[in-house]
């Protein structure tokens, strides 16, 4: 079958009526982008901001539609510019969206292996199994391969972590992996905590070695030899005494998410309790490491 679709730059003023009215007009789904490569970073939490100039696409399920959705926008008042429509070929979208993701090699012995994928012919390797999905990340963002590559370095052997923002669970998981004792994955969303229990199944872990909970779980003090947190700058901030206060002395801090020139800002917050600084930087992230004083 063959699939139609629409684009047109639009103001964020018209994104919510028009995106409404294309489904009103038959569309199967409607997409908005960045126009003009216009970076949003932390918005206020409760807001949802748009660029200043916006891409909508739109697909319907043949160009009569589109063609016939095209029309009716040009004929508004304030008409959106540069209506295009084209005919997509249909086909196996998902199959289409893994092909090309193979095992990612993050740094020594650790490489992360979508189930799909056969594990690496290599004499040496430590594998985490895990698909992109509802990703909460997966190994090819900047920031998660940054402390992937930092695990893979100095390998957790028979250390406690704690993982807090723990997402899909591929750091804690991947510590595991490279030899720490146990684990705890905290993090404000359930699906999360899910999502890293799955994870932790595939990658044969008990509950009991990999112990997950929300931020209202107990963390205890003075605990964990090794504490992640991938999250954003000001959440990372905001938590400063409480990771300080599960580290043990001399324990190692690991902290992304920030952007480079958010790292000044979050050394600060934790240079009372941390030796900490830039330990890498890619693609405008940063990655922060140190040590509990």
């Not at 698909?131 to 963002?141: E, I, K, Q, S």
């Not at 409480?242 to 050394?267: S, T, Y």
Request: charged share 20%.
């Amino acid at each position: 079958m063959s699939l139609a679709e629409l684009e047109c730059q639009i103001s964020p003023e018209q994104a919510e009526p028009l995106e409404d009215t294309l489904f009103e007009l038959g569309a199967v789904s409607v997409e908005l982008f960045d126009a003009a490569d216009e970076p949003l970073f932390e918005p206020p939490l409760g807001t949802h901001p748009l660029w200043s100039t916006v891409r909508l696409k739109a697909v319907f399920p043949d160009t009569t539609q589109a063609d016939l959705a095209a029309a009716a926008l040009a004929r508004q008042a304030q008409a959106p510019e540069a209506i295009q429509v084209q005919a997509i070929e249909d086909q196996d979208w998902v199959r289409a969206g893994l092909d090309g993701l193979g095992a990612i090699h993050c740094g020594g012995t650790l490489w992360i292996v979508p189930s799909w994928e056969d594990e690496p012919a290599i004499e040496e390797g430590t594998f985490v199994r895990l698909d992109p999905g509802l990703a909460f990340g997966t190994g090819n963002h900047p920031t998660t391969a940054m402390c992937l590559a930092a695990l893979a370095q100095q390998p957790p052997r028979d250390q406690e972590v704690l993982d807090y923002g723990c997402g899909s669970g591929i750091l804690a998981i991947a510590a595991l992996k490279l030899g720490a004792r146990h684990a705890l994955g905290i993090d404000i969303d359930e699906q999360a905590v899910q999502a890293t229990r799955s994870n932790a199944d595939s990658n044969a872990i008990p509950p009991a070695q990999l112990e997950t909970g929300l931020t209202d779980h107990p963390v205890p003090d003075a605990a964990y030899d090794l504490v992640l947190a991938n999250i954003l700058a000001k959440p990372l901030i905001d938590l400063a005494p409480e990771l300080a206060r599960a580290a043990k002395p001399g324990a190692r801090i690991l902290l992304a998410g920030l952007l480079e020139r958010q790292a000044d800002e979050v050394i600060a917050a934790y240079s009372d309790t941390f030796d900490i600084g830039v330990e890498d930087c890619r693609e405008g992230w940063a990655l922060l490491g140190g040590r509990r004083r």
